[in-house]
Structure formats: structure tokens, C-alpha cells
Nanobody, 119 residues
């Protein structure tokens, strides 16, 4: 079994930055795909980005170069660096992971961390 714990959310002004972290425990060595989804109030949960064990990453179109994923395999931790934040980035951000590259839907989820961007 795998547990995911997020941290780093908070309140930031538009144009600011935040760094989210997600630490995996348990059978974390088995996780090939790790990444993030988000859910804004009244909206469906949506994909943000994914990074593989090889550190190859892909992102949703709305990221537009503002977010960067990184991964420390030794620490079983993934990071989401978010820059140029916009009010529409306000959401609960969920860490997700799976053993497979074909990770949809992800097998494991964190509890979520709130990101609020004020205008």
C-alpha cells in the first residue's frame, strides 16, 4: 500500500509563487507515475501534470509554462513549483500516483492541499 501526503498549499497574491510537495510512503519504490490534479469549487477534478520515474514530465495545456514538476526518487517525493499564479488557479490540489505509466485513473491519492490565489 502507498500513502501520499501533500504540503505547501496556502494563500498567495496573483503573480506569486507556491511550491507543493508530495511525499510517498509504503511501497513508494513501485511508483512510476506521480503528479497532481486539482479541483476548483463547483468544477470537475482536472489533470495538472505528471512526472515519471525517468523524470519525463507532461502538463495540462492551461499550465502554459508556469508550473514545473520535479521528483526526488530517493526521497519518493514530487514537487510542483507554481509561478505566475492566477486567481483561476485557486483549487484543492491533489497528489496522485500509480505503478503504471498508464496511470488513469491514478491508483493512489493524497488528501489534498488548498491553494488560494487572491486578485
Amino acid at each position: 500500500q502507498v500513502q501520499l501526503v501533500e504540503s505547501g498549499g496556502g494563500l498567495v497574491q496573483a503573480g506569486g509563487s507556491l511550491r507543493l510537495s508530495c511525499a510517498a510512503s509504503g511501497r513508494a519504490f513501485s511508483l512510476n507515475a506521480m503528479g497532481w490534479f486539482r479541483q476548483a469549487p463547483g468544477k470537475e477534478r482536472e489533470f495538472v501534470g505528471r512526472i515519471l520515474w525517468t523524470k519525463t514530465a507532461d502538463y495540462a495545456d492551461f499550465v502554459q509554462g508556469r508550473f514545473t514538476l520535479s521528483r526526488d526518487n530517493a526521497a519518493s517525493t514530487v514537487y510542483l513549483e507554481m509561478n505566475s499564479l492566477k486567481p483561476e488557479d485557486t483549487a484543492v490540489y491533489y497528489c496522485a500516483a500509480a505503478e503504471s505509466v498508464n496511470w488513469l485513473p491514478p491508483r493512489y491519492w493524497g488528501q489534498g492541499t488548498q491553494v488560494t490565489v487572491s486578485s
